[in-house]
């Protein structure tokens, strides 16, 4: 008799064998996702040394390679990324509430959020790759997006100006992958809530994969100035 | 940890729902953080700006972890975490930028020394 067939005389069958309630497993999953969580935030720590000391060494790079970077895109990234955060809220507050439509509903508008970040996201990658604003040794920018630039920055061109990109393509592709990872998860609990698997007794995974969503939220907010505005 | 009466188990009773106009709110506080930061780094404010954009961001942040991720209602140990991962992150990159504004211009000099040496001595 397998573990599944034992009767369970009041026992949720989302309940993990080890754990004695349905709260004391929603503890322990916290205290595991805010580890995972800490381990993220140094993850991209070391990111954010990289673009630190660089910054450091050459802040002329930095005021001149941010021309390329459009930062009305980049507001509108942030301002989807907080819809986005918001509504996953709303998830876990509609899971512990037993609204099962209002669930169903926050968890598609998360991940829809999601897709137009990544869609915004594309442009700009598009939009640079096109016109030779690659990493590293690979940069040539096209005749086309230099003449665009402003007269002041088109007579003082900095050396390396692919470390730059190197730099912002390494930490917005990493928080990107984040974010398609996200999606993915998004689509597997409104999966999920579609078999009614969520409600106010058990709503771990839409809290812990809310957590993990605000956190790739909050980096992006860290990217957002330090890219597209200083 | 044990099974104190302020332990693990306290949540048992109910679960802490988020009022909406708490989320509403921080999501609102949150957008108009964007746009003061956006309209602030439009005025030239010399190295402040990078500093008061990292403010705004380090408020936004804490916003964020407050409500949305809800710490504020929790147990003390889930903010030490997070708390004390951030703390490492900011000396990783306080100190390697100490050392690298420190010592990056003798690695500058020791260079260009090094390049007219090479340069003085002739080919063979």
Do not use: C
Not at chain 1, 114 to 139: C, P, Q, R, T
């Amino acid at each position: 008799m397998s573990a599944e067939e034992i009767p369970a005389a009041g026992r949720s069958p989302f309940l993990g064998v080890q754990f004695p309630s349905m709260a004391r497993q929603l503890e322990t999953a916290k205290l595991g996702t805010w580890l995972f969580l800490g381990s993220e935030v140094l993850f991209f720590g070391g990111l954010f040394t990289a673009y630190a000391v660089f910054r450091a060494n050459h802040p002329d790079l930095f005021h001149y390679a941010h021309h390329f970077l459009d930062w009305r895109l980049g507001a509108l990234n942030t301002t989807v990324l907080i819809g986005s955060s918001l509504s996953a809220a709303w998830a876990v507050r509609a899971a512990q509430r037993d609204e099962q439509r209002g669930l169903r509903a926050a968890l598609l508008v998360t991940l829809a959020l999601a897709g137009v970040f990544m869609g915004v996201k594309a442009l700009e990658y598009g939009h640079k790759l096109h016109n030779g604003i690659v990493w590293g040794a690979g940069y040539r920018p096209s005749a086309e997006i230099l003449a665009a630039l402003p007269e002041a920055a088109r007579a003082a061109t900095p050396d390396h100006v692919g470390v730059f990109y190197s730099i912002y393509y390494l930490m917005t592709g990493l928080h990107g992958i984040h974010v398609l990872v996200g999606m993915g998860l998004y689509l597997w609990l409104w999966r999920r809530a579609r078999a009614g698997h969520f409600g106010p007794g058990y709503y771990v995974p839409v809290d812990m994969v809310a957590l993990y969503w605000h956190i790739v939220d909050m980096i992006w907010i860290f990217l957002f100035p330090l890219f597209y505005l200083v | 940890m044990n099974a104190s009466p302020a332990g693990p188990d306290r949540h048992e009773e109910g679960t802490h729902v988020l009022p909406a106009r708490v989320l509403l709110g921080t999501a609102g506080a949150l957008l108009a953080l964007t746009a003061v930061t956006v309209v602030t780094s439009r005025i030239d404010l010399g190295s402040f700006n990078v500093v008061l954009a990292l403010s705004i961001a380090g408020a936004k942040a804490a916003l964020v972890a407050a409500f949305f991720m809800h710490l504020r209602y929790e147990r003390p140990f889930q903010t030490v975490v997070l708390v004390s991962a951030v703390f490492f992150a900011v000396v990783l990159v306080g100190l390697v930028v100490f050392d690298t504004t420190r010592y990056q211009p003798d690695v500058r000099e020791a260079e260009a020394a090094a390049r007219s040496r090479a340069a003085a001595v002739p080919a063979r």
